[in-house]
């Protein structure tokens, strides 16, 4: 069974896009990309679902605070509203079909946002004493530690030895939402990754394991798995 794959985008005033990494990503390790424009027509959304075996939730620019009730902090970045409301319902309805869901970065705050949790706004300024997780190295190159939680789905997917990540954000999940659990953590105790616990495979993970998928095992296996699970096979 080759699965389809569904890759949200981001978008401008002008263009819908996606870093071509996720696409190569799941073409690479046996799936069908299918870019995921944010459209507002329920029965586009309705079409994906069916359409669909598998969804990444692709980085991007801010989530927007409205959603979970805040004032915007002057941290805070770009936000693309409808996006946001695209994103939202498509995790809902994914997510209560069983389907499986991969993350990434603005992703995992998503994720988390859409099934109830709390993001921060701007860790930089809502946390004290934080490392650099916004790094200027190369997209591929690993900058900062990673403590994986024992026990979790992300535990079995990443080699024991799996202890650095690249990092590009400056949100992250504040509150996992409910039936969600914490997997990993940096070493300033920013959420690096959360995961459902009743669900054959939602993850989100805050570091980018599209970009070096091809040379890093652990982010080649975060594919793989996902990809196992849009065909059926329970990790």
Same mark, same amino acid.
């Given at each position: ?17 996606? %870093? ?30 069916? !359409? ?7 980085? *991007? ?13 002057? *941290? ?21 079909? *069983? ?7 603005? *992703? ?94 939602? !993850? ?9 998928? %091809? ?21």
């Amino acid at each position: 069974m080759i699965p389809i794959i569904g890759i949200t985008c981001g978008e401008d005033e002008l263009n819908f896009f996606v %870093r071509q990494f996720y696409v190569q990503a799941v073409e690479g390790l046996g799936g069908v990309p299918l870019l995921l424009p944010a459209l507002k027509r329920n029965m586009i959304r309705e079409k994906y679902l069916e !359409l669909l075996d598998g969804l990444i939730l692709s980085g *991007g620019v801010d989530v927007n605070p409205v959603l979970f009730g805040e004032e915007p902090v002057p *941290g805070l970045g770009e936000i693309t509203p409808q996006r946001d409301e695209f994103e939202l319902l498509l995790t809902r309805e994914f997510f209560s079909l *069983g389907k499986p869901i991969f993350a990434v970065c603005r *992703g995992c705050q998503v994720l988390n946002l859409a099934l109830g949790g709390t993001v921060y706004q701007d860790i930089n300024s809502q946390l004290d004493k934080i490392i650099k997780h916004d790094q200027k190295a190369p997209r591929a190159c690993p900058t900062h530690s990673l403590k994986v939680q024992p026990g979790t789905k992300l535990s079995r997917i990443l080699p024991q030895e799996y202890r650095w990540v690249n990092s590009f954000h400056h949100q992250a999940v504040k509150d996992p939402a409910p039936g969600f659990i914490v997997a990993a953590l940096a070493s300033d105790g920013v959420i690096e990754a959360i995961e459902a616990q009743d669900h054959p495979f939602a !993850l989100g993970v805050q570091w980018h394991p599209e970009c070096n998928w %091809r040379e890093d095992l652990g982010s080649y296996r975060l594919f793989q798995e996902f990809i196992k699970a849009c065909q059926g096979t329970v990790l």
